[in-house]
Nanobody, 123 residues
Framework: QVQLVESGGGLAQAGGSLRLSCIAS????????MGWFRQAPGKEREFVAAIRRIGYRTYYADSVKGRFTISRDNAKNTVYLQMNSLKPDDTAVYYCAAGSGARYYSPDVYDYWGQGTQVTVSS
């Protein structure tokens, strides 16, 4: 089992920044690929970013590419999502997830999920 706890969400103005953190406990954090997903009201959960456990290769949704940065610190069992140039469309509950699989963009390859943190961007 892996327990994930997100933090860092809140209210930001358009153009502003937030940094989300996700701390893992339980099984070895470094064994897992990590992903961030988000879900806005009335919409399906969507992929935001992912980072591999080997080589730390990163992937981003087109909607956040160039604005968001995912990183991980295995010594702290933590994955981060730095969000810059925020837009009202970024408003959602953000979830971190741990798992492994080729389809990093699919929720199906992630076995463990956090409870989510709300991000609200005002115009």
């Amino acid at each position: 089992q892996v327990q994930l706890v997100e933090s860092g969400g809140g209210l930001a103005q358009a153009g502003g920044s937030l940094r989300l953190s996700c701390i893992a406990s339980g099984r070895t954090f470094s064994n897992y690929d990590m992903g961030w997903f988000r879900q806005a009201p009335g919409k399906e959960r969507e992929f935001v970013a992912a980072i591999r456990r080997i080589g730390y290769r990163t992937y981003y949704a087109d909607s956040v590419k160039g604005r968001f940065t995912i990183s991980r610190d295995n010594a702290k069992n933590t994955v981060y999502l730095q969000m810059n140039s925020l837009k009202p469309d970024d408003t959602a509950v953000y979830y971190c997830a741990a798992g492994s699989g080729a389809r990093y963009y699919s929720p199906d390859v992630y076995d463990y999920w956090g409870q989510g943190t709300q991000v609200t961007v005002s115009s």
